[in-house]
């Protein structure tokens, strides 16, 4: 059973408007949270990242929002660019799991021009 | 500038052939990675080795096997290929093991068993 989980495969955005991803996670012990970009032919790329002492961290036009209480991260892209057009995943790290990334299955965004 | 380089790009395997991917690292990193990456499924995690001369199982073992040859090298190896194996495999490093600075990964080998 997946502990990450992207419910949307995939997302469209019209470009300068908000991209919204989300992550939900089962695993309570999980204490820190990446995002990761990948483009096609390409390893990911880190991009952001949260700890659970936090709940907003942001860098630039990324920003992600943790809410703890109810498992759910979220990735904010403001405004969304036709370069941002890529698949994004959510990972996550228990600290009593030897810091172990888990992955979500991946959302891929397409920013149209 | 290399960071992580793998190699085979793309690999072709008949079922039963056996083959090695090759991963290194020029960052003086301590810990490596072995990823595969299905669709729907994310990446999941087949090996990792924390630090020169130790290696661990992850999430997805089962078929493979792993060296880390020295502080650079860290190789991936299947046995006997079977179709549930194709995949795309990354490996990825890291400083300390930590997650808090991120992966860095290598661009991927695409490997069908066929």
């Known amino acids: 059973d997946q502990q990450v989980k992207q419910n949307s495969p995939s997302l469209s955005v019209q470009e300068g408007r908000i991209s919204i991803l989300n992550c939900d996670y089962t695993?309570?012990?999980?204490?820190?949270f990446l995002w990761y970009k990948k483009y096609p032919a390409e390893g990911p790329t880190f991009l952001i990242s949260i700890s659970s002492i936090k709940d907003k961290n942001e860098d630039g036009r990324f920003t992600v929002f943790l809410n703890k209480s109810a498992k759910h991260l979220s990735l904010h892209i403001v405004p969304s660019q036709p370069g941002d057009s890529a698949v994004y995943f959510c990972a996550a790290s228990a600290n009593n799991a030897g810091n172990m990334l888990t992955f979500g299955g991946g959302t891929r965004l397409m920013v149209k021009p | 500038n290399a960071g992580v380089t793998q190699t085979p790009k793309f690999q072709v395997l008949k079922t039963g052939q056996s083959m090695t991917l090759q991963c290194a690292q020029d960052?003086?990193?301590?810990?490596m990675y072995w990823y595969r990456q299905d669709p729907g499924m994310g990446l999941r995690l087949i090996y990792y080795?924390?630090?020169?001369?130790?290696?661990d199982k992850g999430e997805v073992p089962n078929g493979y096997n792993v060296s880390r040859l020295n502080k650079r090298e860290f190789s991936l190896r299947l046995e006997s290929a079977a179709p549930s194996q194709t995949s795309v495999y990354f490996c990825?490093?890291?400083?300390?093991?930590?997650?808090?600075?991120?992966?860095?990964f290598g661009s991927g080998t695409r490997l069908t068993v066929v």
């Open positions: 080795s924390a630090s020169e001369g130790t290696t």
């Open positions: 695993n309570s012990m999980f204490d820190y």
């Open positions: 990825a490093s890291s400083l300390d093991g930590t997650p808090r600075i991120g992966y860095t």
């Open positions: 960052m003086n990193h301590n810990s």
